[in-house]
């Protein structure tokens, strides 16, 4: 196959979102229309939800087990192969310097244009969506483009990337609407996967309330079959023209200290 036939590399996405469910809740049928366009889709969960039960005989252990195997089926439904999970408990998400530095390797290592995450700043939540949130938009801007930032990441060869656009799912002010009415089936699929979570009995149940849930925003004014979020966008960092007149003047000023030191050596 000659350069001309060669396919384009997939654009490349990355989602990061505090537990298992997450991401089929708030932007499943985003997900999935995305892998239907061709991009590379990498689901990143930072806990298991390893708390997340009324059962009292199922440890921390064996629930995180259970909810891990639970999202990669989920995401299988939606047409994602790969989901990295950082296993953080539950519930114990910490805004610190260690947890960011995992954010920014991850973007790192997967190199993705696009970032979908919590919306850390909507008010009241889950205190690890908050975290999350916040968390993994300052790795994206602007830790994980400067090689300053985690240097001994990219002194192992894990280079700086540049993330363009970022998704805040949850938001309380979205101005980006992804039409998901040709997902309903994936996603109803999907959230079902999540069995020791989803309380809907069946898979009617579930199409009902998406279906009501459709009519409810339609009556508030908002756009139907769709999912919202607040979209930032961050433009290519030009390097600054500035250290190219420094050089030049650091220049002249030797070369005319230097004429100078030549004129009195020849009096």
């Not at 490349?12 to 997900?31: K, N, W, Y």
């Not at 999935?32 to 990498?42: H, K, N």
Request: proline share 4%.
């Amino acid at each position: 196959m000659s350069d001309a036939e060669a396919p384009a590399e997939a654009r490349r996405a990355l989602v990061v979102m505090a537990h298992p469910d997450d991401i089929e809740f708030t932007c499943g049928g985003t997900v999935a229309q995305l892998s239907d366009d061709g991009w590379d889709v990498t689901f990143c969960l930072v806990t298991s939800g390893d708390k997340g039960t009324k059962d009292p005989m199922l440890g921390p252990a064996d629930l995180g087990a259970l909810r891990e195997a639970e999202q990669e089926a989920a995401a299988s439904e939606l047409g994602i192969k790969r989901c990295i999970f950082l296993r953080v408990p539950d519930g114990h998400v910490e805004d610190g310097s260690e947890f960011r530095g995992q954010m920014v390797r991850v973007l790192r290592e997967v190199r993705p244009e696009l970032m979908i995450t919590w919306d850390g700043y909507r008010g009241f939540n889950h205190r690890d969506h908050r975290t999350v949130g916040i968390a993994a938009l300052d790795a994206v801007f602007p830790l994980s483009r400067n090689a300053n930032s985690y240097a001994e990441q990219v002194a192992t060869g894990v280079e700086p990337v540049r993330v363009n656009t970022v998704l805040l799912a949850g938001s309380n002010e979205p101005n980006y609407f992804v039409d998901v009415s040709d997902q309903l089936d994936r996603r109803i699929d999907a959230l079902l996967r999540h069995a020791s979570q989803v309380q809907a009995p069946n898979r009617d149940e579930m199409a009902k309330r998406m279906r009501n849930r459709s009519e409810q925003a339609a009556r508030a004014g908002r756009i139907p079959w769709s999912e919202g979020f607040r979209r930032l966008t961050f433009g290519e960092a030009r390097a600054p023209r500035r250290s190219d007149a420094l050089k030049a003047e650091a220049k002249a000023r030797a070369e005319a200290e230097s004429s100078e030191h030549s004129e009195t050596s020849d009096g």
